[in-house]
């Protein structure tokens, strides 16, 4: 509906000079004006009420376009285009915390789950080994000693890609980087038994190319949830994608026992390979690394993300602009305590992960006397309830953050959980008479540990967000470091002791100190890695 207006333009011109003192301000009631003047002065009157109610009008339409908007624009697709022109912080708009549903829903844990899918590929061909590992040392004689370097082979390509694959994900970006690293490790897990068949070097060199494909795995994951979550949602989002990589070790411990009795030994590795490359499709057609750029999210969701976005904390850094050098500066970031913190927190927490990934199958077999289908039944239980515990603790530490907890605290109360609790649950396992007891044990300590991911492992896209990649690639290294000596240092120390149970105790006193080392230095505000201390 349309209004048209056949007014003289005269009438909505300022009111006479005469009407007007030096200081704008009108004249007092002494001065009497003309018949002429009056009728002017009452005309423009009424042009002011007249822009007044057309204001109203106005504001009115306004406030009901954004009452509407939340529904319209969840309905309406935005183009890469499109997504340059959405408004920053600086315009002034607020927005609601979406719903449960709004947000298992949203565009952003559709990417989250893919990513987890491929962490879920990423465990389950690492774990097949620790499966595969039983039968190929009575086929081939092995000691439990050369059976722990044939485990920790994995891990010598692990050691250093995970840094070198952080600074490709800073300047790639997580979607390329990922993309690329499942497919080579799919293709490694695959190609495993013909390796095999060869020689023994050939299957290092096949494990030692899965280790080093994999290395990028996490600096992708973190990098994608960086730049696809908020801050208040960043926890939960690393509880999705965790959740599938503890899923991925059930999937492998169960499966790989019933493969391996209908397919041969080398069944899961072919079956894991393929749906490794399976992924690999989906992910590069369906995915994109920002979210301006994909194709199916909602212009409400780009403009919650955008506007959610934490600002930097650092005064200045902002204004830096973005570095395009593929080396990061390495000597700044050990530089600062935090950095060592993380560092310290990583290798603490692969320590005792692959200690129990590699050695808890053969420690039911070997302490309670259980087959191989019932030990791997027994050490894959435990990784379901880190899968559950990892994703309530993302949201308790959400929850904590937006009721105002200050971050630092938060950080240090999940990983006070993450490391103290398993500390002492694997004291109860080391007492354990039964296998039920140690699996209960067990269960405990992995699913604590769960409260690391909530702890270190989001931390570091908080105190360098434009180094997280790097700086997981260099905790992550530490951690394969500490978990190539617990795993081999594991299978020595139970040929010269003949039992699990001291190697356990002193992980559980490694546990205590690392705690200790987290909560004295670690940080939850930003840090600025790129002004050196003077």
């Known amino acids: 509906m349309s209004y048209q207006l056949s007014l003289d333009k005269s009438l909505f011109r300022s009111p006479p000079s005469s009407f007007r003192n030096p200081n704008n301000s009108y004249r007092t009631r002494q001065h009497i004006p003309t018949k002429t003047n009056q009728f002017s002065f009452q005309l423009y009157s009424k042009k002011q009420r007249f822009l007044n109610s057309w204001s109203n009008f106005s504001t009115g339409i306004a406030e009901e376009d954004g009452f509407k ?16 022109s959405v408004p920053n912080d600086d315009d002034g708009k607020e927005f609601e915390a979406p719903t449960f549903i709004e947000f298992i829903t949203s565009e952003r844990v559709k990417v989250v789950a893919m990513v987890g899918l491929a962490l879920a ?3 389950a061909d690492r774990v097949v080994m620790s499966v595969a590992i039983v039968p190929l040392s009575l086929s081939h004689g092995w000691s439990r000693s050369f059976a722990g370097i044939v485990q920790s082979s994995f891990l010598w390509g692990y050691l250093i890609s995970p840094i070198v694959g952080g600074a490709l994900v800073d300047y ?5 980087v990922m993309a690329w690293g499942v497919a080579i490790w799919s293709l490694a897990t695959f190609f495993t038994p013909w390796a095999a068949e060869t020689s023994l070097w050939a299957l290092l060199a096949m494990r030692v190319l899965l280790g080093t494909a994999e290395g990028v795995a996490l600096p992708s994951m973190n990098n994608m949830i960086s730049r696809w979550f908020p801050k208040t949602e960043r926890s939960r989002a690393v509880g999705i994608a965790m959740g599938g990589f503890q899923l991925g070790n059930v999937i492998g411990l169960m499966l790989s026992p019933i493969l391996m009795s209908q397919g041969g030994v080398f069944g899961p590795f072919v079956i894991f390979g393929l749906s490794g490359l399976l992924w690999v499709l989906v992910w590069v057609s369906a995915t994109s690394s920002t979210p301006g750029r994909h194709r199916q999210i909602s212009k409400y969701e780009l403009e919650y993300i955008t506007n ?27 530089s600062k305590l935090p950095t060592w913190a993380l560092i310290s927190a990583n290798a603490m927490h692969s ?23 019932q030990a791997a039944w027994f050490s894959a239980v435990p990784w379901t309830m880190m899968a ?12 904590l953050i937006s009721s105002g907890t200050p971050v630092t605290t938060t950080r240090k109360i999940m990983q006070s959980i993450g490391f103290i609790g398993p500390g002492i649950a694997l004291l109860g396992l080391t007492a354990a008479k039964t296998p ?7 269960t405990v300590a ?4 769960s409260f690391s991911h909530s702890g270190f492992l989001v931390n570091l896209q908080e105190i360098a967000p434009q180094y997280a990649g790097t700086l997981h690639g260099m905790s992550n290294t530490a951690g394969t470091l500490a978990a190539i000596i617990g795993t081999i240092g594991a299978g020595f120390f139970v040929e010269l002791v003949g039992s699990f149970r001291g190697f356990l105790l002193f992980t559980s006193l490694l546990y205590f100190a690392s705690a200790v080392f987290w909560n004295t230095f670690a940080t939850g505000e930003r840090v600025n890695f790129d002004e050196v201390d003077q």
């Open 172 to 176: 790639y970006g997580g979607k390329v």
């Open 308 to 334: 959610m976005r934490q600002s930097p904390a650092v005064p200045g850094l902002e204004k830096k602009p973005k570095t395009t050098n593929v080396i990061p500066p390495f000597g700044r970031l050990l």
């Open 69 to 84: 908007k939340r529904f319209l624009s969840s309905q309406i697709k935005v183009s890469p285009n499109d997504a340059l």
């Open 351 to 373: 320590w005792g992960y692959f200690v129990i990934l590699s050695w808890m199958p053969i420690y039911f077999s070997t302490i309670h006397h259980v087959d191989l289908r």
């Open 388 to 399: 559950v515990l990892g994703y309530f603790a993302g949201v308790w530490s959400d929850m």
């Open 446 to 449: 992995v699913g604590l540990k």
């Open 121 to 123: 590929l990423c465990n």
């Open 436 to 442: 039920f007891i140690a699996s209960f044990w067990l």
